[in-house]
């Protein structure tokens, strides 16, 4: 049973770090891209970060770029977002995702999906 599990979420001040935990299971995902969705409340779901599966190639949101970094351990079979200087307009529910190349994840067209932790960052 294929499993992505998040974690590290939480409360945090303004200009606050943290970072994210997305840990897989059930088959190995190093060959798949990873990426980071957020939905904040009233809102759609929108794309986040990305990772790929074998070259590490990244792509990023223009909202969080030189904020956000994502990166992974495949010998953990996980995927982080470090979050820096985070601002109230990040609150929302993060959520992980995993699908065969890195343009189809950002586009949201994952495989598969975790059920998302809750980040809110307070002015």
Known sequence: ?????????????????????????????????????????????EFVAAISGRTGYTNYAQSVKGRFTISRDNAKNTVYLQMNSLKP????????????????????????WGQGTQVTVSS
């Open 1 to 45: 049973q294929v499993q992505l599990v998040e974690s590290g979420g939480g409360l945090v001040q303004a200009g606050g770090s943290l970072r994210l935990s997305c840990a897989a299971s059930g088959r190995s995902f190093s060959s798949d891209a990873m990426g980071w969705f957020r939905q904040a409340p009233g809102k759609e779901r």
């Open 89 to 112: 307009e990040d609150t929302a529910v993060y959520s992980c995702a995993a699908g065969g190349n890195i343009v189809i994840v950002t586009y949201g067209r994952c495989d598969y």
